[in-house]
């Protein structure tokens, strides 16, 4: 069973900080991960998906990192600003024909202006 | 206009009634899903949908009825409501399996 953990639950960062998001997965045999942002009283919206050949994606000012061989990704988000506030979760996939996401709990980002 | 669109946002209902929950995706996808979402924010998959063909039943309670009358929608009619029901509900849509997902909003549903 696939078990997906973040840490921290909880970040506070100044505004203009570097922020480092990990997730780490116990079953190194995944098709994709996806990294999804959730603001308070909203639904998920996916930021990054990665495929399980790539070892980065990159949006703008984000940047993810896969290590599938350590069960291991990294949202880096440079020069934070307050609107980064929120719940960042990541999922994933572990098949092609996997229909459903294994979905960490999360970290909740408040940058401080 | 919202991809993923679901209603209502809020119910608060008492033990014991039957309720609904409507599920409307306008992407043009073939898969949709229902997620809990509990009260220490994991999410799980309850239903998954292709086509309109149930795939995923994730040992959920019988009380919980998925219907798919076209690949756009997916609605969750819940029998003799619980407490432990109390949570947020997310319906989500992509197309196929292992492709970007999009949620609703959610539907925050409270059983008093």
């Known amino acids: 069973k696939q078990e997906v953990t973040q840490i921290p639950a909880a970040l506070s960062v100044p505004e203009g900080e570097n922020l480092v998001l990990n997730c780490s997965f116990t079953d190194s045999a995944i098709y994709n991960l996806q990294w999804f942002r959730q603001d308070p009283g909203k639904g998920l919206t996916s930021l990054l998906l990665i495929q399980s050949s790539q070892r980065e994606q990159t949006s703008g000012r984000l940047n993810a990192s896969l290590d599938k061989s350590s069960g291991r990704s990294t949202l880096y988000i440079a020069a934070s600003q307050p609107g980064d506030s929120a719940t960042y979760l990541c999922?994933?996939?572990?098949?092609?024909?996997?229909?459903?996401?294994?979905f960490g709990a999360g970290t909740t980002v408040t940058v401080r202006a | 206009d919202t991809a993923v669109s679901q209603t209502p946002k809020y119910l608060v209902t008492q033990m014991g009634n039957d309720k609904s929950i409507k599920c409307e995706q306008n992407?043009?996808?073939?898969?949709m899903y229902w997620y809990k979402q509990d009260s220490k924010k994991f999410l799980k998959i309850m239903f998954s949908?292709?086509?309109?063909?149930?795939?995923i039943n994730e040992t959920v309670p019988n009380r919980f009825s998925p219907k798919s009358p076209d690949k756009a929608h997916l609605n969750l009619h819940i029998n003799s409501l619980e407490l432990g029901d109390s949570a947020v509900y997310f319906c989500a849509s992509s197309q196929g399996s292992g492709n970007t997902i999009y949620f609703g909003e959610g539907s925050w549903l409270t059983v008093v």
């Open positions: 999922a994933v996939s572990l098949r092609s024909n996997d229909y459903k996401l294994s």
């Open positions: 949908y292709n086509n309109k063909e149930l795939i």
């Open positions: 992407l043009g996808h073939d898969t």
